[in-house]
């Protein structure tokens, strides 16, 4: 028996005016996956414990069966430990995005936040951009004088660790959560540690809005990445082994750190497969082909989209249609074609980790669709992968740590 797991981040959504009030799963192109939605059995899931900001950080781990209750101590270190970073105890770990604060004759508290992602910038300029601020004079007397070190992400995502941090109280927003919004009331806040990150950030944006890579960028018509973006920390996370838990052995593909991260610490490899992004320009026949490989000699694969979340936070709804059509034609369709040409029988998940809506591209806690499918037992719901239609059957399971135990039938 196969077991697959297909996570399309951010893809549930609520109904969109511009779409003529459907939502982005019921106006996309997806016939694969609405296939075995028909075929198989249709629910609804909460990720996201109430006690937390919705996120993919506590749905993930939900869906990996590791409750956020008891789990969860920061998005920061999940993160680093797909970097490979260990962390001792007294360490902080955090994410330092790469962001666009707006070019405007403007104080910096008053500038708004344009980009989490300083318009999806390409790893190479933002590595030598972190690079480069590090080494600044000034920022990096502060940095020493914090015992602060950076690793660098190849994307918008970088990792910053303070060694022998008190973050009792601390208070760090996502970035994400706050486009179009004034960074003053956003600053770090809540304890000692919070007036070092706040210092650390206004130091990196005297330093890269004038970096001649920002200059560069905006005479190409790009947005600057000319200031960073602490948030999501966290100190060292243990998560339940995945294979004594659920008694089978896997693999985890994708692009993003965070899900590596939940990975690794659970015990499942995370390779990372050339040329991803975590954006819908990511290499999507190499995930896909690597999903298979794994499929070939394990009984459980993972495989995380995270492209109609970014194109979500981006504001661009015809790249998230896109990406959840590509989910299912790029993705869902050959590794199903593989799977029914061995013979074997297998089952499938498919679901949304959260909510990321094109209203205010900011994440949501409300209940995700999510379909079973089981090549030995069609269920037939006879309705298509929608939010709707998830809810519409009756079955909703409170909690997202079931799921698993739902896929292989324990």
Known sequence: MKYLLIIGDGMADDPVPELGGRTPLEAADKPVIDELAKNGELGSVSNCPAAFEPGSATAIL??????????????????????????????????????????????????????????????????????????????????RACDMEIHPGSSFRHFAVMHRADIAGLRLIPPHDHLGEQIGPLAPAGCAVAEKLDALQRAAFRYLDRHPLNQARRAAGKLPANAIWFWAEGTAALLPDFAEKYGHTGEVVSAVPLVRGIARLSGLPAPLVEGVTGEIDTNWEGKCQKTIEILSRCDFAALHIEAPDECTHNGDTPGKLQSISWLSSRETAPILEYLRSTGEDFRILILSDHKTLTSNRAHDAAPVPFIIYDSREPVRSGLTYTEANGLSTGLYLPDGTVLLDRLFQL
């Open 62 to 143: 939900s869906i990996f069966g590791a409750s956020p209750l008891r789990y969860y101590h920061g998005r920061g270190p999940l993160e680093a430990a797909a970097q490979g970073i260990a962390l001792a105890d007294g360490d902080m770990a955090c994410r330092c995005n790469m962001v666009t604060l707006e070019d405007a004759d403007l104080p910096y508290e008053k500038r708004r936040i344009l980009s989490h992602s300083a318009g999806s910038i390409d790893g190479e300029t933002s590595d030598a951009l972190i690079k480069d601020l590090w080494a600044s004079p000034e920022f990096a007397a502060l940095a």
